[in-house]
C-alpha cells in the first residue's frame, strides 16, 4: 500500500525516466555486470563487451519493451501484481528467467536513475523507489510459485 506522498514521489521520478535511453543503460548494465545474464538472449547478437551493448539496437529496444511494462506497473501501482501476472508467467514458463535477476535489473535501473538524477535521487526519494522495486519483482516473481 502507497502513501499519497509515496505516489507523488514515484510519479515524479519516473516522469524523469527516458524508457528507451534509460532502459537500455540498465539492461546494457545488467548484461555487463551480471555477465551470466546475456546466455537468455541469445539473438542479440555480440553482447561481450560495453561498447558492444551500447552500440546493440536490440539491447536498445528490448530495454524499451522493458521499461515500457515496468511504466504500466507504475501506472497501476495499487494492482501491480495483476498488472504484472501474465508477464510472470511468461517470463517462468517460456522464457524461464531466473526470478534472482529481476531484483539485479531493479538494481541497475536504481542506479541509472541516481545517476542521472544527481542531488535529486536523496535517500528519501531512494528508499521510496527501492518500495515500487520491490513490489515489481514480487510481482514478477508470483507466476513462479
Ligand atoms: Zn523480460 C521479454 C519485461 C526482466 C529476459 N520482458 C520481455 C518482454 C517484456 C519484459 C515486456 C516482452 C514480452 C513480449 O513481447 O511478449 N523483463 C520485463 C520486466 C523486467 C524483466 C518488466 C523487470 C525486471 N527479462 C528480465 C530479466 C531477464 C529477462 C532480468 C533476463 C536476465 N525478457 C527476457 C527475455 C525476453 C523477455 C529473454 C524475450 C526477448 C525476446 O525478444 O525474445
Not at 541469445?42 to 551493448?53: C, E, I, K, P, R
Not at 536490440?58 to 521499461?67: N, Q, R, S, T, Y
Not at 511504466?71 to 517460456?94: C, F, G, M, P, R
Amino acid at each position: 500500500h502507497w502513501t499519497a506522498e509515496e505516489k507523488a514521489t514515484i510519479a515524479s521520478i519516473w516522469a524523469k525516466a527516458d524508457l528507451e535511453n534509460d532502459g537500455h543503460e540498465a539492461l546494457g548494465r545488467l548484461l555487463i555486470v551480471y555477465p551470466w545474464t546475456q546466455r537468455y538472449f541469445g539473438t542479440f547478437g555480440n553482447l561481450s563487451t560495453a561498447a558492444a551493448v551500447a552500440g546493440n539496437a536490440k539491447v536498445h529496444a528490448h530495454g524499451k519493451k522493458v521499461l515500457g511494462a515496468i511504466d504500466n506497473a507504475i501506472h497501476h501501482l495499487d494492482n501491480v501484481k495483476q498488472t504484472l501476472a501474465a508477464l510472470s508467467k511468461q517470463h517462468a514458463d517460456e522464457l524461464y528467467v531466473d526470478p534472482e535477476n529481476f531484483k539485479r535489473l531493479g538494481d541497475m535501473l536504481i542506479i541509472v536513475l541516481a545517476s542521472k538524477l544527481g542531488a535529486e535521487f536523496t535517500p528519501k526519494v531512494q528508499a521510496t523507489f527501492e518500495k515500487f522495486i520491490n513490489a515489481l519483482v514480487d510481482a514478477l516473481s508470483h507466476g513462479y510459485y
